[in-house]
């Protein structure tokens, strides 16, 4: 009796997991949608692009920019504020730049070219658990998070159905 209780349990287990991967829902964000990565019009364009979106880990930013006229560095807040060009956390030269948002916390990106970022080609967004609800505008599903979701459930329905037969 004991062994079928926890059978039981672990098959429970196995369907919670599969609802929480099914739930799971990562986007590729064109940073600047279509104006892509540039000088923009106003210094405020980025952070308005930012306005009504939720960044969660497993999302990715796509910059799109061109090779040898613009760049994307990832620096600290300071540098972001005082668009310090020098000693970057990372630097991205070639366009499009995709880089994937691993962490939860906030990113600051500039671009290095000389008075880019003064002029306003800087980009600073807040990166929070996920799962994402749903995609918001300007934002296209990421297939990679996807299809390893997909394969992620369908191992766990086998899994289910195996401890249902052999237990």
């Known amino acids: ?13 196995v369907v919670l997991a599969s609802s929480v ?18 000088i923009p019009n106003n210094t405020e364009f980025y952070d308005d692009w930012t306005d009504n979106k939720n960044f969660v880990v497993g999302d990715v930013l796509e910059f799109n920019f061109a ?12 540098a972001y504020d005082n668009c310090t060009t020098t000693n970057p956390i990372v630097r991205y030269t070639t366009g ?21 970022c003064g002029l ?12 994402s609800t749903a995609p918001t505008p300007g934002s296209t599903p990421n297939p990679s998070s ?8 369908i191992s766990l329905v086998f899994m289910s159905i195996a401890l249902a037969l052999f237990c």
């Open 146 to 153: 996807s299809a390893s979701a997909l394969v992620a459930t």
């Open 120 to 131: 306003g080609q800087k980009l600073s967004i807040d990166v929070r658990t996920g799962p």
């Open 21 to 38: 991967l099914q739930s799971t829902y990562a986007a590729t964000y064109t940073v600047g949608d279509a104006t892509g990565w540039t």
């Open 1 to 13: 009796m004991a062994m079928k209780n926890i059978s039981m349990a672990a098959l429970v287990v």
């Open 96 to 116: 499009p730049g995709s880089i994937p948002l691993n962490r939860t916390g906030e990113y600051h990106f500039i671009c290095t070219f000389d008075g880019h």
């Open 67 to 78: 090779t040898g006229r613009h760049d994307v560095a990832e620096v600290t807040e300071t």
